[in-house]
């Protein structure tokens, strides 16, 4: 299948990166044509319009902000209509019924939520369809987005909160790096060791519990030696109110992601 792209921003460009290493059909549009220009030349993919991309592509992958999508819609909705691509929203808090009662008609819909670390293929990317995207359709675009990194079906009532965890973690996760450098800069390290140190640690203990069968606080407990420094630690992030802000985190992404699909 052709796929194409309107809207290469950091989401769309990190799953048009990850995309092409399947395939190289590929089109890209974006609001500025110098952007869209540049990253199709990086990855050896055409751009154009995004009338050119309805037009040419069978999968049409929407990557533009939630206030833009009254616009854009409305703007193609003749020939979206006319082409009836599968579309593929990255429209946060945006309901496929609400795309649906735009055009006015029910096109063969997949709502995705992706993270940024698709661009390096350790992404998740969280999905679900309506019923007029067929079995097969659907298996061929998720296996053409394997390089991204893991996937997951899931009922599109839960994907907002699915992603207030993966699509909006990594900012949290870029936070709790940079603190953890700060701490052993406070202890004397080199900021580059430091941070080289941290980064490293939350990638291997995150594909630590990914692997394991084991529950994340059976995890910590086997670092926490009986009055060692670890528990010292974890005793002082608890004091700090680590895990409620953690959880405060997730839940007031998931109420400004609601009040975005409104």
């Given at each position: 299948?052709?796929?194409?792209?309107?809207?290469?921003?950091?989401?769309?460009?990190?799953?048009?990166?990850?995309?092409?290493?399947?395939?190289?059909?590929?089109?890209?549009?974006?609001?500025?044509?110098?952007?869209?220009?540049?990253?199709?030349?990086?990855?050896?993919?055409?751009?154009?319009?995004?009338?050119?991309?309805?037009?040419?592509?069978e999968?049409?992958?929407?990557?533009?902000?939630?206030q833009?999508?009254?616009?854009?819609?409305?703007?193609?909705k003749?020939?979206?209509?006319?082409?009836?691509?599968?579309?593929?929203?990255?429209?946060?808090?945006?309901?496929?019924?609400?795309?649906?009662?735009?055009?006015?008609?029910?096109l063969?819909?997949?709502?995705?939520?992706?993270?940024?670390p698709?661009?390096?293929?350790?992404?998740?990317?969280?999905?679900?369809?309506?019923?007029?995207?067929?079995?097969?359709?659907?298996?061929?675009?998720?296996?053409?987005?394997?390089?991204?990194?893991?996937?997951?079906?899931?009922?599109?009532?839960?994907i907002?909160?699915?992603?207030?965890?993966?699509?909006?973690?990594?900012?949290?996760m870029?936070?709790?790096?940079?603190?953890?450098?700060?701490?052993?800069?406070?202890?004397?390290?080199?900021?580059?060791?430091?941070?080289?140190?941290?980064?490293?640690?939350?990638?291997?203990?995150?594909e630590?519990?990914?692997?394991?069968d084991?529950?994340?606080?059976q995890?910590?407990?086997?670092?926490?030696?009986?009055?060692?420094?670890?528990?010292?630690?974890?005793?002082?992030?608890?004091?700090?109110?680590?895990?409620?802000?953690?959880?405060?985190?997730?839940?007031?992404?998931?109420?400004?992601?609601?009040?975005?699909?409104?």
């Amino acid at each position: 299948m052709k796929y194409g792209f309107i809207g290469c921003g950091n989401m769309g460009g990190a799953i048009a990166r990850a995309l092409s290493q399947t395939t190289k059909d590929i089109m890209l549009a974006n609001r500025t044509m110098e952007k869209a220009q540049k990253l199709a030349t990086e990855l050896g993919i055409t751009y154009g319009t995004n009338e050119e991309v309805v037009e040419n592509c069978e999968v049409v992958f929407l990557g533009v902000k939630p206030q833009m999508r009254q616009g854009v819609i409305d703007s193609l909705k003749a020939l979206l209509l006319e082409k009836k691509p599968v579309l593929v929203t990255m429209l946060a808090g945006t309901e496929m019924a609400t795309l649906e009662e735009q055009l006015g008609e029910k096109l063969p819909m997949i709502r995705i939520m992706p993270n940024t670390p698709v661009a390096v293929g350790k992404g998740v990317i969280l999905y679900c369809r309506n019923e007029a995207v067929s079995d097969e359709v659907l298996n061929e675009i998720v296996a053409d987005l394997q390089p991204a990194g893991f996937l997951d079906e899931i009922a599109e009532n839960l994907i907002d909160a699915g992603s207030s965890v993966s699509g909006c973690g990594p900012a949290f996760m870029y936070m709790f790096i940079n603190a953890l450098a700060d701490g052993g800069v406070a202890c004397g390290l080199p900021r580059a060791k430091a941070l080289k140190y941290a980064e490293l640690t939350m990638v291997g203990s995150g594909e630590l519990a990914f692997q394991s069968d084991k529950h994340p606080e059976q995890l910590k407990d086997e670092v926490c030696s009986p009055g060692g420094s670890t528990i010292m630690g974890v005793k002082a992030l608890e004091e700090g109110g680590f895990r409620d802000a953690a959880i405060s985190a997730v839940l007031a992404a998931h109420k400004k992601t609601k009040e975005l699909g409104k």
